[in-house]
């Protein structure tokens, strides 16, 4: 059983392009999550999603920063005209309907030069 | 808002020996759940524990087990027998229930085990 699949595991991106991070979550696994961490600190969480709907959004940033789960196919955590202090670890994390436990993917870390 | 607190930045610990890692959280709900998450040099994030608040009893895996003092909001990780695949990152989080989702983390512990 396939875990957490996230790509690109490394990303870099120059000050104002757009970064796009994808994740897919485990089989069977309705619930998708995004967090943050900055370097020295824990995860920060983002954002919310099962399929097609964003259900808590209060992590996230105002502006640049979006995100979906369509019908088919990944989740995709969009960073449009990236500044350097977007330069972090960008966690995914899926869960099955009805629980708690959240079991994560492997990270994307995002460079901003 | 919940805050979860983890006070001690690194630890040490000698291989087979045993180590304990705090963790305090501040919450008004009375159901809750707490985890404990371990991150390598993988940056894998990997789940260790997990507790329910209405449980008593603390909960156990293998080498790791807990001690959750509720009225305290206290959630220690004890590793017994420590192995050099123990040296990580330890987080602790915390989840409110009640149809909030979000995890919220400690900042850390990094533990080092020593041959």
């Known amino acids: 059983n396939a875990g957490v699949m996230q790509n690109p595991r490394h990303l870099v991106r120059r000050r104002g392009q757009e970064a796009r991070l994808r994740c897919s979550p485990m089989?069977?696994?309705?619930?998708v999550y995004w967090y943050r961490q900055l370097p020295e600190e824990g995860l920060k969480f983002m954002v919310y999603l099962q399929k097609e709907n964003i259900i808590d959004e209060s992590g996230m940033p105002k502006e640049r920063f979006s995100a979906e789960f369509p019908k088919e196919g990944p989740s995709i955590l969009r960073i449009q005209q990236v500044v350097r202090g977007d330069s972090a670890a960008y966690f995914c994390a899926s869960s099955p309907q009805f629980t708690y436990e959240q079991y994560f993917g492997p990270g994307t870390r995002l460079t901003v030069t | 808002a919940q805050t979860v607190t983890q006070s001690q930045p690194e630890m040490s610990v000698q291989e087979a020996e045993t180590v304990t890692l705090s963790c305090t959280y501040d919450?008004?709900?009375?159901?809750?759940?707490l985890f404990w998450y371990k991150q390598p040099p993988s940056r894998q994030m990997i789940l260790v524990i997990r507790?329910?608040?209405?449980?008593?009893q603390n909960a156990t895996e293998n080498r790791f087990s807990v001690n959750f003092q509720k009225a305290a909001k206290s959630f220690s990780l004890k590793i017994s027998d420590s192995q050099l695949g123990d040296a990580a990152m330890y987080f602790c989080a915390y989840n409110s229930g009640a149809g909030s989702y979000q995890l919220t983390f400690g900042k850390g512990t990094k533990l080092s085990v020593i041959p």
């Open positions: 089989k069977g696994h309705s619930h």
């Open positions: 919450t008004s709900e009375s159901d809750y759940y």
């Open positions: 507790q329910e608040a209405y449980k008593q």
